[in-house]
């Protein structure tokens, strides 16, 4: 992961594989989506009772991941600092994890940190940006 700032823009980028990653995930549930509305339109209920709730089930599972990925996630590559609200952490599983809190309620994560020590580095780093901690 690299981060660049420009000075003259006010512009932060941000260089790593959250673009790909992202739309991987929501082409797959897409696909997985509408893979299961086929299959439960081919399917009868009366035969398949159990087999066809666990369909419906994945497929609304996978409606609500492609929406958590448009509503609540950004995998943009470039930020204005007035986009941006700031920084948010957070502990999740005894590890403490980064985000970019951006001004439209999305966030932006930071998936690739391997240690302690690049967490902090990457604080500092933005930090020294002009971003603020929430």
């Known amino acids: 992961m690299q981060l660049e700032f420009n000075k003259k823009t006010e512009e932060l980028t941000i260089k790593d594989e959250v673009p790909k990653h992202s739309w991987l995930v929501?082409?797959?549930m897409f696909v997985n989506g509408v893979n299961m509305?086929?299959?439960?339109?081919?399917?009868?209920?009366?035969?398949?009772e159990l087999l066809f709730s666990f369909m419906f089930l994945l497929a609304l599972v996978s409606v609500a991941?492609?929406?958590?990925?448009?509503?609540?996630?950004?995998?943009?590559?470039?930020?204005?600092?007035?986009?941006?609200?700031?920084?948010?952490?957070?502990?999740?599983?005894?590890?403490?994890r980064i985000f970019l809190k951006l001004q439209n309620g999305k966030r932006r994560?930071?998936?690739?940190l391997k240690n302690e020590e690049e967490l902090k580095?990457?604080?500092?780093?933005?930090?020294?940006m002009g971003i603020k901690p929430v």
Request: aromatic share 14%; charged share 20%; proline share 2%.
């Open 121 to 128: 580095s990457l604080k500092r780093t933005l930090t020294s």
């Open 65 to 96: 991941v492609i929406l958590y990925y448009v509503v609540k996630r950004s995998w943009k590559s470039k930020y204005s600092l007035k986009e941006i609200a700031g920084l948010e952490t957070k502990v999740a599983y005894g590890r403490e």
């Open 26 to 28: 929501v082409i797959l």
């Open 109 to 112: 994560s930071f998936p690739i």
């Open 37 to 48: 509305g086929v299959q439960l339109y081919l399917m009868s209920y009366q035969n398949n």
